[in-house]
């Protein structure tokens, strides 16, 4: 059973930083992503990391989110600069199971992030 549990989220100003962090448990997947899903809004890319640490990122977050990963600890990282009150949201951390970052099956139950202005 894969499990996947994020910390990290809580309530900063505009210009802040956070880092959030996800454990994965159950087996390694070579794909990690996040996502947020802000009040009212449907849930949204906003991060990946394949196994070389190669990233991508939504546009909204290029620049001043960084994704990074500790495959000794099953662990990846998502370090947020520069918050904006458009970054509140749940924040989620998921598992792909396609190897390309094309099914992402498992989900963790999220961590909030609030940005206040």
């Known amino acids: 059973q894969v499990t996947l549990v994020e910390s990290g989220g809580g309530l900063v100003q505009t210009g802040g930083s956070l880092r959030l962090s996800c454990v994965g448990s159950?087996?390694?997947?070579?794909?990690m992503g996040w996502f947020r899903q802000a009040p009212g809004k449907e849930r949204e890319f906003v991060a990946s990391?394949?196994?070389?640490?190669?990233?991508q990122y939504a546009d909204s977050v290029k620049g001043r989110f960084t994704s990074s990963r500790d495959n000794t600890k099953n662990t990846v990282y998502l370090q947020m600069n520069s918050l904006k009150p458009e970054d509140t949201a749940v924040y989620f951390c998921a598992a792909d199971t396609s190897g390309i970052g094309s099914a992402w099956s498992y989900w963790g139950k999220g961590t909030l992030v609030t940005v206040s202005s």
């Open positions: 990391i394949n196994w070389s640490a190669g990233t």
């Open positions: 159950g087996r390694y997947y070579s794909v």
